[in-house]
């Protein structure tokens, strides 16, 4: 079955970078939209970005616009989440998670309809 991982994280300075890693296993990568979210304490679960099925279409969180990229190696079977310019408010537990669509396009940063999820990777933006 669909399984994700996320890894990449740490602890960084503001204005700093961290590329996260969403690996993917169980099911053909090509018919998979992921996206990435992130909870920090006491907050509600925010869509970050996300990616179609091979890459044509992302779309990203108002808040993280010219900072972070979204990009899917099909050959490794893996999603990026590239993040730049790292903000305090960025701090939070990250997750990707996968949806299968057979519609090129599909993208949503909302979580309905995103079956599997990773386990999560802690983000902490301070100086």
């Known amino acids: 079955q669909l399984q994700l991982v996320e890894s990449g994280g740490g602890v960084v300075q503001p204005g700093g970078s961290l590329r996260l890693s969403c690996a993917a296993s169980?099911?053909?990568?090509?018919?998979?939209?992921i996206a990435w979210f992130r909870q920090a304490p006491g907050k509600e679960r925010e869509g970050v970005s996300c990616?179609?099925?091979?890459?044509?279409?992302?779309n990203y969180a108002d808040s993280v616009k010219g900072r972070f990229t979204i990009s899917r190696d099909s050959a490794k079977n893996t999603v990026y989440l590239q993040m730049n310019s790292l903000k305090p408010e960025d701090t939070a537990v990250y997750y990707c998670?996968?949806?299968?669509?057979?519609?090129?396009?599909?993208?949503?940063?909302?979580?309905?309809?995103?079956?599997?999820w990773g386990q999560g990777t802690q983000v902490s933006v301070s100086s």
């Open positions: 990616i179609s099925r091979r890459g044509g279409n992302t």
């Open positions: 169980g099911f053909s990568f090509d018919y998979l939209v």
């Open positions: 998670a996968a949806r299968i669509n057979f519609n090129e396009a599909a993208c949503a940063l909302s979580s309905s309809g995103y079956v599997t």
